[in-house]
């Protein structure tokens, strides 16, 4: 294990940048290579080991890069979210879907040996149940990028079934963190919040008080594709995407929570364009099958994941690092 080469793309992004410097203490710091595109690297990235600026679309571009460093092992996270994506739906599809066909050819052409690609709960539409909503069930997304996750989905299945890609996944919900800020998504608010109430004690949200979506802690997210990304391959049964799972609350219980340690907090709701794409997806999600099949068992819940948001981004910006 300690002799993979890997490479992250997307890594100045929300996830990336948080799950390179944790392959970084598991994998050595010169064996994860940093791929960013857009995003500015923070000092911590550029100083840890390698960085590379990497356009997924451009295939030629990525061989070079795994070919170099002679990778064995790819996080592939770069991807216009939804709310970006709804804005400019052309390159949506270009980089969630180039993107992520000229990784698996890559893979495929120069031997790479295991692939992780996150999907989202974009997958789903409202035809779907939005209460714990299957594994399994009627994918009929509204946005562009649950298009491109739905569609990314079946190709990472078919690049396994005719070519033997080891290629995995998960659909993560909502994914709050201290560190990067999210960029583009509609699960944002659920970051941005902090960050007002912390600084303003105010905030205005952008979707509505009674709006439930599933979300998950940093941690979480993080062990989630390094549990999937170390299990056995056997025990794998699906080669889609997993759904995962760690906590649902409304935009108002999040307020109520973050009141418990800053009382004067005050939040007005606007909903806006990005009311309609929290509707379409669901509120609660059944991750048995990951539970099952390699483990899958999230830490954190609201309680807990608040409080430790509260403590560590008042430390940060006391320090000025925000
Ligand atoms: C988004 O809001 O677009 C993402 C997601 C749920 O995939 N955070």
């Known amino acids: 294990m300690s002799k993979e080469k890997i490479l992250v793309t997307g890594a100045t992004g929300q996830i990336g940048s948080e799950l390179t410097l944790k392959l970084r203490k598991k994998y050595g710091n010169d064996n994860v290579v940093a791929a960013g595109h857009k995003r500015k690297p923070s000092e911590k990235l550029l100083e840890s080991g390698p960085f590379v600026y990497l356009d997924v679309t451009d295939k030629e571009a990525i061989e070079k890069v795994v070919k170099e460093y002679e990778i064995d092992t790819i996080y592939h996270l770069a991807a216009v979210l939804s709310a970006i994506g709804e804005e400019k739906p052309q390159l949506a599809w270009h980089v969630n ?5 000229n990784v698996l050819e890559v893979t495929r052409e120069h031997g790479v040996q295991r692939v992780f690609w996150p999907s989202s709960i974009a997958v789903f539409g409202p035809e779907a149940p939005r209460v714990n909503t299957p594994q399994n069930t009627v994918l009929i997304p509204r946005t562009v990028y649950g298009v491109t ?7 990472c299945n078919y690049y396994f079934t005719k ?11 909502g994914i709050i963190s201290s560190e990067t800020l999210p960029g583009g998504g ?19 949200c952008f979707v509505r008080e009674d709006t439930v979506l599933p979300m998950m802690y ?29 906590m649902s609350f409304s935009a108002g ?10 009382p004067g907090f005050t939040c007005e709701f606007k909903p806006d364009f990005r009311q309609k794409i929290a509707d ?19 830490a954190y819940d609201l309680a807990a994941m608040t409080r430790d948001m509260i403590e560590k981004l008042t430390r940060k910006l006391a320090e000025g690092n925000a």
């Open 280 to 298: 379409s997806w669901p509120m609660s999600i059944d991750d048995s099958a990951a539970r099952r099949d390699w483990g899958w068992k999230p």
């Open 218 to 246: 940093m941690p979480d997210c993080l062990k989630a594709a390094l549990d999937l990304m170390e299990a056995d391959a056997d025990k794998i049964t699906c080669r889609t995407s997993y759904n995962v799972s760690a």
């Open 163 to 173: 070519f033997g890609v080891d290629v995995r996944s998960v659909r993560y919900p």
């Open 186 to 204: 509609t699960t944002d608010y659920a970051v941005e919040i902090f960050y007002e109430a912390i600084k303003h004690r105010r905030y205005v």
């Open 149 to 155: 996750k739905v569609a990314g989905e079946l190709l």
């Open 253 to 262: 219980e999040l307020v109520a929570e973050i009141k418990k340690y800053i």
């Open 97 to 101: 879907i180039n993107g992520l066909y």
